[in-house]
């Protein structure tokens, strides 16, 4: 019987819920180039909050054993006796929306330098269509200097993790497998089902398990900017959105999307990967393509919507003081990838607002570094000209709102979130 030991790639929002989920059964080792992220974790602290304390200690191992447990480690020969590696880190876009392979490619020259004959690489990754096979193979063959499926072998497993959805865990998720060959496939479908409570569907190429991870966000982007233009549409009728959405959502196979700012680490970025891939082969994916320029605009208009009502009220927009609540990509997460709220902020900024950031859940030193931008975990006590709800965390549902608004300030709320009661104007 085959002796399993599973290395995990990086123990990110993807990587450690599911080494987590693996060390349950098999000895797992984590590794993360990030020195500071394994200390933490050997701690027992993940800061991104997908693995509370108790059950990340309930698992974690202070040594390496052929025991069931997780050991984090940055230490490259930590991972050299595993005879499993599952790539779980992050595929983003350049600031043109150009797929970026670069984590991909070192985390496949990592993996290279310590594979063995008949050792299994997972990835995990989203990525366009291809990539596995004609991307990061021709990486471990080259590293290694093993031949593809005749020394080793190669499977891809998209993930699904829906960051800070505590009911929709990994385990909870039907899992999409596929293998270089048959036999590869099996064993990897094999590995997931023994885990994944939900099940798992065993996908005939990798290519398909590929194409069908890169479309389901695809699908949810083209449909949120749908939304996204009707409220455009049902703003200048001065009929509200969510009351549209409401009535409509009735029917039975009315899909209940809701409009907003499309951002983070899948949805705002998946659908540029496919469209990549596409042009490669002389198709130019239009509507794709539209639903992302409407979902990436969303800021811009938002910023204009609030800066519209402000004058209404006769309230300079220049040096006036606004709030904006929330800076993360989602709700009671504190994951800021590719978050489409500082579009938002940077366009208030532009017209000559003082712009306060309160965020409950956001690392202020991550919003600072990733975008230049100040965010305070506690609110300031002061008055505003206007307050914009970007993002509906749970501690913004109970904020005394007559508190923080000057006698004279508008409410904009883009989640459709707060008491109407205190709302100007929703999305």
Same mark, same amino acid.
């Given at each position: 019987?085959?002796?399993?030991? @599973?290395?995990?790639?990086?123990?990110?929002?993807?990587?450690?819920?599911?080494?987590?989920?693996?060390?349950?059964?098999?000895?797992?080792?984590?590794?993360?180039?990030?020195?500071?992220?394994?200390?933490?974790?050997?701690?027992? @602290?993940?800061?991104?909050?997908?693995?509370?304390?108790?059950?990340?200690?309930?698992?974690?191992?202070?040594?390496? /054993?052929?025991?069931?447990?997780?050991?984090?480690?940055?230490?490259?020969?930590?991972?050299?006796?595993?005879?499993?590696?599952?790539?779980?880190?992050?595929?983003?876009?350049?600031?043109?929306?150009?797929?970026?392979?670069?984590?991909?490619?070192?985390?496949?020259?990592?993996?290279?330098?310590?594979?063995?004959?008949?050792?299994?690489?997972?990835?995990? /990754?989203?990525?366009?269509?291809?990539?596995?096979?004609?991307?990061?193979?021709?990486?471990?063959?080259?590293?290694?200097?093993?031949?593809?499926?005749?020394?080793?072998?190669?499977?891809?497993?998209?993930?699904?993790?829906?960051?800070?959805?505590?009911? =929709?865990?990994?385990?909870?998720?039907?899992?999409?497998?596929?293998?270089?060959?048959?036999?590869?496939?099996?064993?990897?479908?094999?590995?997931?089902?023994?885990?994944? /409570?939900?099940?798992? =569907?065993?996908?005939?190429?990798?290519?398909?398990?590929?194409?069908?991870?890169?479309?389901?966000?695809?699908?949810?982007?083209?449909? @949120?900017?749908?939304?996204?233009?009707?409220? #455009?549409?049902?703003?200048?009728?001065?009929?509200?959105?969510?009351?549209?959405?409401?009535?409509?959502?009735?029917?039975?196979?009315?899909?209940?999307?809701?409009?907003?700012?499309?951002?983070? =680490?899948?949805?705002?970025?998946?659908?540029?990967?496919?469209?990549?891939?596409?042009?490669?082969?002389?198709?130019?994916?239009? @509507?794709?393509?539209?639903?992302?320029?409407?979902?990436?605009?969303?800021?811009?208009?938002?910023?204009?919507?609030?800066?519209?009502?402000?004058?209404?009220?006769?309230?300079?927009?220049?040096?006036?003081?606004?709030?904006?609540?929330?800076?993360?990509?989602?709700?009671?997460?504190?994951?800021?990838?590719?978050?489409?709220?500082?579009?938002?902020?940077?366009?208030?900024?532009?017209?000559?607002?003082?712009?306060?950031?309160?965020?409950?859940?956001?690392?202020?030193?991550?919003?600072?570094?990733?975008?230049?931008?100040?965010?305070?975990?506690?609110?300031?006590?002061?008055?505003?000209?206007?307050?914009?709800?970007?993002?509906? =965390?749970?501690?913004?549902?109970?904020?005394?709102?007559?508190?923080?608004?000057?006698?004279?300030?508008?409410?904009?709320?883009?989640?459709?979130?707060?008491?109407?009661?205190?709302?100007? #104007? /929703?999305?």
């Amino acid at each position: 019987m085959e002796q399993i030991k @599973i290395a995990i790639i990086g123990l990110g929002y993807v990587g450690l819920p599911l080494a987590r989920l693996f060390a349950t059964k098999y000895p797992v080792v984590g590794f993360d180039v990030n020195e500071n992220r394994v200390s933490e974790l050997k701690s027992g @602290i993940d800061k991104t909050l997908e693995v509370d304390k108790e059950t990340l200690q309930g698992v974690l191992v202070k040594e390496k /054993s052929i025991e069931n447990g997780l050991f984090c480690s940055s230490t490259i020969t930590d991972i050299v006796d595993c005879n499993y590696f599952v790539v779980t880190v992050p595929t983003p876009v350049d600031k043109n929306n150009r797929p970026v392979l670069t984590p991909l490619i070192k985390a496949s020259e990592t993996v290279g330098g310590v594979l063995k004959k008949g050792d299994v690489v997972i990835y995990e /990754s989203t990525v366009y269509p291809g990539a596995t096979e004609e991307d990061c193979v021709p990486i471990l063959e080259k590293i290694s200097g093993f031949k593809f499926n005749k020394d080793f072998f190669v499977g891809y497993s998209p993930e699904r993790i829906n960051p800070g959805d505590k009911k =929709h865990t990994v385990d909870k998720i039907l899992k999409v497998t596929s293998g270089s060959t048959k036999e590869t496939g099996k064993k990897v479908d094999k590995l997931y089902a023994s885990v994944i /409570s939900a099940g798992t =569907h065993l996908a005939p190429t990798i290519k398909v398990a590929e194409a069908a991870k890169v479309i389901e966000n695809s699908q949810r982007d083209i449909n @949120i900017a749908f939304v996204n233009e009707l409220a #455009k549409i049902f703003g200048l009728m001065d009929i509200n959105t969510q009351d549209v959405l409401e009535a409509a959502g009735t029917k039975w196979n009315f899909l209940p999307f809701k409009p907003g700012l499309v951002g983070g =680490h899948c949805i705002g970025v998946d659908p540029y990967y496919l469209a990549q891939k596409a042009q490669e082969y002389g198709y130019h994916p239009e @509507i794709i393509l539209a639903g992302r320029r409407v979902n990436d605009g969303m800021g811009k208009y938002v910023a204009s919507e609030v800066a519209k009502l402000m004058i209404q009220k006769d309230i300079e927009v220049k040096a006036a003081e606004v709030l904006v609540l929330g800076i993360t990509f989602k709700e009671n997460c504190p994951d800021v990838r590719n978050t489409k709220a500082v579009d938002l902020i940077y366009e208030l900024k532009d017209y000559g607002a003082n712009v306060t950031i309160f965020d409950p859940h956001a690392n202020s030193n991550e919003v600072e570094r990733e975008y230049d931008l100040e965010s305070k975990m506690i609110l300031p006590s002061k008055e505003f000209d206007a307050i914009v709800l970007a993002v509906s =965390h749970k501690e913004f549902q109970n904020l005394n709102f007559e508190k923080i608004k000057k006698e004279k300030s508008i409410v904009y709320d883009v989640k459709n979130f707060l008491n109407s009661e205190f709302v100007d #104007k /929703s999305l």
